[in-house]
């Protein structure tokens, strides 16, 4: 499940093992905005500053 914030740009989606943030340009489909509570699959991987963060957001 995913939570955005539309004036930032960036939000977190939940799994399993942890919480994960990922920035807008994460997006797969190349929108800018995913609606709370949407159902995604992406992959983890680590960030530009050293911690991980969600990539290739997809609707599921």
Same mark, same amino acid.
């Given at each position: 499940?995913? &939570?955005?914030?539309?004036? =930032?740009?960036?939000? %977190?989606? /939940? #799994?399993?093992?942890?919480?994960?943030?990922?920035?807008?340009? @994460? +997006? #797969?489909?190349?929108?800018? %905005? +995913? @609606?709370? =509570? &949407? /159902?995604? %699959?992406? &992959?983890?991987?680590? =960030?530009?500053? =050293?911690?991980?963060? @969600?990539?290739?957001?997809?609707? %599921?």
């Amino acid at each position: 499940m995913a &939570t955005f914030d539309d004036h =930032g740009g960036y939000g %977190t989606v /939940a #799994a399993d093992d942890g919480q994960w943030p990922f920035h807008c340009t @994460a +997006i #797969a489909d190349g929108s800018r %905005t +995913i @609606a709370p =509570g &949407t /159902a995604v %699959t992406f &992959t983890v991987v680590p =960030g530009r500053l =050293g911690r991980w963060e @969600a990539v290739d957001l997809r609707l %599921t």
